[in-house]
């Protein structure tokens, strides 16, 4: 039910890992698939690997900000990982990172030549400064997918950053030069937090952040790229269940990869997302997931072509012995107010803005259109 053809490769399932540090060898890869991964992504391959800053990765409830930056395995040592890595008899992609088109090219066909099934371009890391200028740059994209697709025979997919002001020309410009796919999207520059007692930001330099805050960003950026550009998507950023993978599928990706909860919560988590996948299609009479590609697309408007109609909300008694008066604080109106076990909405003053809708964890109150 979940198996899934993408750019050519069979997968058991579309969720894949996704590149970091959890994927750093051989050993990595393979204990990811046998958690059921549908496809791993190598952690980026480099052609100068460097030392480790310390300490490089923070976190919260709600995400990571990382400064890890690439693989500290030489590329040479990728061809006994990658041995470990296909024992397990699955879907390796390899990342590979660099800043020149020929350097992207002679990583990529090492990769090709030790067994990897397709590379990643991973020229968006948002901690080294020029990649994530080169992520805004089609032109410069476009000439690193073309030398890349030339120089191999498998498919090439280009990871690509929110930090861009077109993410839909940079789509472009990978499909034009012969890309097969996108992933979208990288960590996004941030900092994290800072201590207050210690004056200290949560690490001593910009990083990436990933997890829940970016997935709002990741989910807009695969809406934008399928509505603009016809090439398959991979979508990545803050996901952390099947219903998070869901909703980037019916925004345009046909698969999905997922990365700080597995850094987090370990790699059984793929495991749970991958049954509560399969059980959702079941439930919904999903026989596959190309089904769903796509389809909140259909409700997702530009700007100028939503509807100035009035719309308000209907409560004019609705009961409610909640208590939590969320919606009477919410209302920027001061259209919601409480009488008794009951919220009454004075229709004279709602404008129909939709917080109270949302809000109410009990969903009691709804737009009416
Ligand atoms: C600690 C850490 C290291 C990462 N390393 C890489 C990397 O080597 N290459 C890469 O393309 N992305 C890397 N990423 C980005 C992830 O692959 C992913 O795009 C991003 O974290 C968003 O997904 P998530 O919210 O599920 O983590 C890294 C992320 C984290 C948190
Ligand atoms: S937000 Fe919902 S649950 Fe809370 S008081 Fe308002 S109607 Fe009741
Ligand atoms: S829709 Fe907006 S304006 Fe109307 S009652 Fe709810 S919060 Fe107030």
């Not at 709600?62 to 690439?70: C, F, T």
Request: glycine share 8%; charged share 20%.
């Amino acid at each position: 039910m979940l198996e899934t053809t993408f750019l050519g490769m069979k997968l058991p399932n579309p969720v894949m890992v996704a590149a970091g540090p959890w994927n750093r060898d051989g050993k990595g890869l393979k204990e990811s698939l046998e958690a059921g991964a549908g496809a791993v992504v190598t952690e980026s391959i480099v052609s100068d690997t460097m030392l480790d800053v310390r300490p490089r990765i923070s976190c919260d409830r709600l995400g990571a900000q990382n400064i890890r930056m690439y693989s500290d395995i030489q590329v040479e040592g990728w061809e006994r990982e990658m041995d470990i890595a296909k024992s397990a008899g699955g879907v390796v992609i390899a990342s590979v990172s660099g800043h020149t088109p020929s350097e992207l090219a002679y990583l990529a066909s090492k990769m090709e030549r030790f067994g990897a099934d397709a590379i990643e371009l991973s020229v968006s890391n948002p901690a080294a400064e020029s990649l994530e200028v080169v992520a805004s740059h089609a032109d410069i994209l476009f000439d690193m997918t073309k030398e890349v697709v030339s120089a191999v025979s498998i498919p090439v997919m280009v990871k690509l950053s929110q930090n861009t002001t077109n993410i839909s020309k940079v789509a472009k410009a990978v499909k034009a030069a012969g890309g097969s796919g996108v992933t979208a999207i990288n960590t996004v520059r941030g900092i994290l937090g800072v201590d207050l007692e210690k004056a200290e930001p949560s690490l001593s330099t910009y990083g990436g952040i990933s997890g829940e805050y970016i997935r709002p960003l990741g989910l807009a950026s695969v809406a934008t790229i399928a509505q603009t550009t016809d090439i398959p998507i991979c979508g990545v950023g803050g996901i952390s269940s099947a219903e998070n993978a869901l909703e980037y599928m019916m925004l345009g990706a046909s698969t999905v990869q997922v990365g700080t909860e597995v850094m987090i919560k370990g790699k059984e988590s793929i495991r749970k997302i991958v049954q509560n996948l399969e059980i959702w299609a079941q439930n919904h009479n999903v026989k596959n997931l190309s089904e769903i590609r796509g389809k909140a697309l259909d409700n997702l408007k530009a700007f100028d072509e939503m509807k100035f109609e009035p719309a308000v909300s209907h409560a004019n008694g609705v009961p409610c012995k909640e208590n939590c008066n969320l919606c009477v604080n919410a209302c920027m109106y001061n259209a919601i107010s409480r009488s008794g076990d009951s919220i009454r909405i004075d229709r004279s003053k709602c404008t129909g803005c939709g917080l109270c809708a949302s809000i109410c964890p009990a969903k009691k109150l709804k737009i009416d259109l």
